[in-house]
């Protein structure tokens, strides 16, 4: 996965896009061992919940998880 990188103010500190949008709704393929892609990044926890339960509705067979980081907040297999 391309990460893509924004320099914030005059120090040039280099942010990733997921150090700005800690939250990510990922689908995982079918036997639940590999992320297929992300479908959303979030700011905040209420957000990435909705789009979790929205992705859920959409991909009612797939495996989605809700993750902030590499912690899993939310597994649809759950």
Not at 29 to 44: C, P, S
Not at 53 to 71: D, F, M, N, W
């Amino acid at each position: 996965m391309i990460e893509r990188t924004a320099k914030m103010g005059r120090l040039g500190i280099v942010a990733t896009q997921s150090d700005k949008l800690p939250y990510s709704i990922e689908l995982w393929d079918d036997g639940g061992q590999a992320r297929e892609r992300v479908l959303a990044r979030a700011l905040d926890a209420q957000l990435a919940n909705a789009i979790f339960h929205a992705a859920r509705k959409e991909h009612p067979e797939a495996r989605i998880l809700l993750r902030r980081g590499q912690r899993t907040i939310a597994d649809s297999a759950d």
